[in-house]
């Protein structure tokens, strides 16, 4: 139909709706008035009828005194009346019953019609009685009764009067109810048909811009990253929009034809381009590899993953005498259960037989006792394995096996065969190398060992001289030494523990304190953050602000928390320093990240330079490096309101003896990074104050800059167990230089752990095994997760924790992932709830609870069979040394302290979740 006749059509049946409202409504009207007219006339006769019978009552009553006090018997005339009026009043009070149905009213003609008969009888036997000249006294009885009777049918025939009166205004007034519903019904009909009208236009409006609106939307959602699947118009009408969408149809299958065509030579030319680079990226790492353990290692850390692959082993050749056998010099994702297949001999297994015959081998359908992938949580089966050997001039140097979870593409196949083919070459080399620096190291070894010899007997003739002299000294002195040495011992092992119990107490308030801050902070961190994210978009632009004031200041609450709780683990020797690469230009992009935004806002310069002489990269902590470049720029921006911020990282060689002092030792090179600013200046005489805890340079309550005074002294302490120290140079009004010196270590073998940090270094070794592997199980898992945001959805989440402030927290944040959520208050609780729910995807546990704590209630979960491996998280605000390990221990499956990160707790929860369905 066209648009033209559909505009007709609707505006003509319009019309013909509010026409026939119209009529309608009009007849009812006239209707209800002639209703009303009829009542209005029934009610007038009532009253008529009443009134008769009030006046024929007042004549008859009259007309029987005259003929009794008249005595007019025989008057045919006034007798005549008086019956007539009797039988008026009888006719009368006949229709009125007949025409007034209300039940007072019958009473009432009820009453009368008794009252006036008896009357009538009464004054029939008065004239009886004066025709017989009775007594008097008689008839004076009767006249009362007479004239009682009389009254009361007067009073009687009133009130009908009166009720017939009362009904025509009870009517009237009903009446005018009646109209005025009537006329407000009028105007409901009419404003329905108005309104039914006006929905008809509508729904004709949009039958024609249905359509057109289709074909608009279809035609916004096309964009260029869709080419492949453009969305078609589907119209059923034969109208001029089903011409155009019949157009848009066929242009679309054009452009997906000539998409497919394009990504088909495009996919080729990536291919080509992916294999060649690979190939570049394995032939980089040869001239790396010092000797042939090396080259394993660095080949299977790059090969394994390039091929999507999850498990591999590099053989090589060796020979013991006439023997000649194949040893596992390095591997990928081996366990230690593995080792028994470490030597195979030529022909012996697959190893063995890929080496004798000198051909690839592939397992397609791999069986269950083959080898097993382990990850953090369980095994897994590998589906796929390739093996393959290493020639070089036909003989085989090295076997390499690689397995993975996924097929093997062809072009993964095709870089394996590539590399085995030119690898042999690299092999052959390192091993010629090896042997020959070997018998030159040999060599050099023996004559060293000569000369060594040589020198140490001729100092220990010198010293043996020396020696005896002294010895006869000392032993004098030893013995009153051994006396005095005695009591020092037992005074300084009084005084240790002292100190032992004080760092037991020192150590325990931390935490409790830790616990009581984080507790509530951590509520209000997620909430504010949830409420500052406005998903239902009904906060104002000021309450949104206010929203990032409450987070911003909670952070900075959880930051001074966490300086309070680093001064107190530098001062008791028990904070951590992990060593590792550290390079100075991801230093320098992450620091030109988070300060570069800052510097705009406030209008300053803001520059750093890496100067030419520095090392590309040095090894050391690059955390607590950070740390104490983020706080020193920060006082920085704090303090200068003009002028320039500037980094500058230069080295410089050891020849100062003040360095070498303050240094406690002698490197060659030191690197120093000096955090430059314009602003206001610290005096001399502050300057050894600001490095104290709780101090600063303007320690006054009406000081312009605020801050807790713990910056600098956490600085301070941390360079120190860094190896290094802070300088100062800085005049009061024009500025200030702090420079952090630290000794350059550019091989892990020449790092020198300070005695107080060497503990932590081996703590921090031994975990490091467990964090690898959920780092690498995160990595593999990372775009998965990306692509399936809403793997919690519809999860099931047991919540144990004692706080309802923390439980309403994240009962808010984890509903927004359509989470379910059940609760428990402690850990008995919160086992019982488990065991009526068994089918729980994932436990976030808190650690301090009354009744049962989070380590016990973990430990008893892990002893039930089906919950052995539930994913169990731990929560707790005792951000202590050893939190994670004793989480660890208990059987938690992860760790993270409070204030909790809904971003870090959602990456979790996925990272487990995701293991548990592998």
């Known amino acids: 139909m066209k648009f033209r006749t559909k505009l007709y059509t609707s505006i003509g049946l319009i019309i013909l709706l509010i026409s026939i409202s119209v009529i309608y409504l009009m007849n009812m009207l006239e209707q209800s008035m002639v209703n009303m007219h009829v009542v209005v006339n029934d009610l007038y006769a009532r009253i008529e009828i009443a009134a008769e019978i009030k006046s024929g ?18 008057d045919s005339a006034v007798v005549n009346n008086w019956q007539s009026s009797k039988l008026q009043i009888s006719q009368n009070i006949e ?13 009432l003609i009820e009453k009368y019609r008794a009252l006036h008969n008896s009357n009538l009888e009464t004054i029939q036997q008065v004239i009886t009685m004066k025709k017989v000249s009775q007594s008097v006294e008689n008839t004076e009885v009767l006249f009362k009764d007479i004239k009682l009777n009389q009254e009361r049918m007067q009073q009687i025939s009133s009130l009908l009067v009166g009720l017939q009166e009362q009904e025509m205004k009870n009517e009237l007034f009903r009446s005018r109810e009646t109209y005025n519903k009537a006329v407000t019904i009028i105007y409901f009909y009419l404003a329905i048909s108005l309104c039914s009208g006006a929905a008809l236009i509508v729904f004709i409006i949009r039958s024609m811009t249905k359509n057109l609106r289709k074909v608009v939307t279809v035609m916004e959602s096309v964009n260029d990253s869709n080419v492949d699947n453009l969305p078609r118009i589907e119209v059923s009408t034969k109208d001029e929009i089903a011409s155009i969408a019949n157009a848009y149809n066929k242009m679309v299958v054009d452009l997906e034809n000539h998409s497919q065509h394009e990504r088909q030579l495009l996919a080729e030319a990536e291919a080509h381009s992916w294999h060649q680079s690979r190939i570049a990226e394995i032939v980089k790492i040869y001239p790396e590899a010092k000797d042939i353990r090396m080259l394993g290692e660095l080949l299977m850390s790059k090969l394994v993953p390039m091929v999507g692959a999850n498990f591999g082993a590099f053989y090589f050749k060796k020979h013991d005498g006439e023997k000649t056998f194949l040893k596992r010099v390095a591997g990928y994702a081996i366990t230690n259960e593995q080792k028994e297949y470490e030597v195979f001999q030529m022909g012996e297994g697959l190893i063995g037989q890929c080496a004798l015959e000198k051909q690839p081998i592939l397992l397609n359908k791999v069986p269950k006792e083959y080898i097993k992938i382990r990850s953090g949580i369980g095994d897994i089966l590998p589906r796929n394995s390739i093996i393959l050997p290493v020639l070089f001039e036909n003989e085989v140097q090295a076997v390499i096996e690689i397995a993975a979870l996924d097929t093997f593409e062809f072009s993964h196949i095709m870089l394996l065969e590539e590399v085995a083919a030119t690898l042999g070459i690299t092999i052959n080399s390192i091993s010629n190398h090896m042997k020959a620096e070997r018998l030159l ?24 001289r020396t020696t ?11 013995e009153q030494k051994k006396t005095e040495l005695e009591v020092v011992k037992e005074a300084l092992e009084e005084k240790a523990m002292q100190l032992e119990v004080n760092s037991k107490y020192k150590s325990e308030f931390l935490a409790n304190m830790s616990h009581e801050l984080r507790t509530p902070l951590n509520s209000l961190l997620i909430l504010a953050q949830i409420l500052a994210e406005n998903g239902e978009g009904n906060l104002t632009e000021k309450q949104r602000e206010y929203l990032s004031t409450i987070y ?9 928390i966490n300086d309070i709780l680093d001064l107190a683990k530098v001062e008791s020797g ?21 300060f570069s935004p800052l510097a705009e806002q406030k209008g300053l310069d803001f520059y750093i330079q890496l100067e030419p002489d520095v090392p590309l990269y040095f090894y050391n902590d690059e955390h607590r490096l950070l740390q104490i470049v983020n706080n020193l720029l920060s006082n920085a921006f704090k303090f200068t309101e003009r002028g320039s911020v500037s980094l500058v990282i230069h080295s410089l060689h050891m020849g100062d003896s003040l360095l070498e002092a303050k240094l406690n030792k002698v490197e060659e090179r030191l690197l120093a990074f000096s955090i430059i600013d314009t602003g206001i200046g610290i005096p001399q005489e502050k300057h050894a104050a ?44 024009e500025g200030s230089k702090f420079t952090l010196y630290l000794p350059v270590q550019q091989t ?19 975990n490091y095994d467990s964090i690898h592997d959920l780092n690498q199980a995160t990595e593999e898992n990372s775009s998965q997760e990306a692509e399936e945001h809403s793997a919690l959805r519809n999860k099931k989440v047991l919540i144990v924790d004692d706080d309802i402030r923390n439980v309403y927290a994240l009962t808010i944040a984890l509903e927004k992932a359509e989470m379910e959520i059940i609760e428990a208050e402690n850990g008995y609780e919160g086992i019982e709830v488990l065991l009526a729910n068994p089918d729980t995807d994932i436990i976030l546990m808190d650690i301090m609870m009354p009744e049962m704590d989070g380590f016990e209630a973990i430990r008893r979960i892990r002893q039930l069979r089906e919950f052995e491996t539930l994913p169990i998280i731990a929560l707790t605000a005792k951000a202590m040394k050893k939190s994670r390990e004793d989480c660890l221990a208990a059987g938690a499956n992860d760790y993270i302290s409070k204030p909790l990160n809904i971003d870090q707790l959602f990456s979790l929860m996925n990272v487990w979740l995701y293991k548990k369905r592998g």
Request: with cysteine.
């Open 441 to 464: 190291q040999e060599s050099q070894s023996l004559t060293e060992e000569l000369q060594v010899q040589s020198e140490e007997l001729q100092l220990q003739q010198e010293e043996l």
């Open 690 to 733: 600001i490095f104290e805890a709780f101090s600063q340079a303007d320690g006054t309550t009406s000081r312009k800059y605020g801050g807790t005074g713990l910056g600098l002294s956490i600085c301070r302490n941390l360079a120190s167990m860094l190896g290094g120290y802070i300088e100062l140079s800085s005049v009061e009004g």
């Open 468 to 478: 005896n002299e002294k010895l006869e000294e000392q032993y004098a002195a030893s």
């Open 574 to 594: 028990k904070l951590e320093i992990s060593y590792g690469k550290v390079e100075l230009k991801s230093i320098k992009e992450q620091l030109m990240r988070q």
């Open 748 to 766: 892990d073998r020449e790092i020198d752990l300070l005695p107080h940090v060497k503990e932590a270094a081996a703590a921090i070794e031994n």
């Open 552 to 560: 911003s200041s909670g952070n900075d609450l959880l930051l001074l």
């Open 95 to 107: 229709l009125l019953k007949e025409m007034d149905k209300q039940e007072i009213s019958k009473e």
């Open 57 to 74: 009552t007042e004549r008859s009553n009259r007309l029987g005194r005259e003929i009794i006090e008249n005595q007019l018997y025989e």
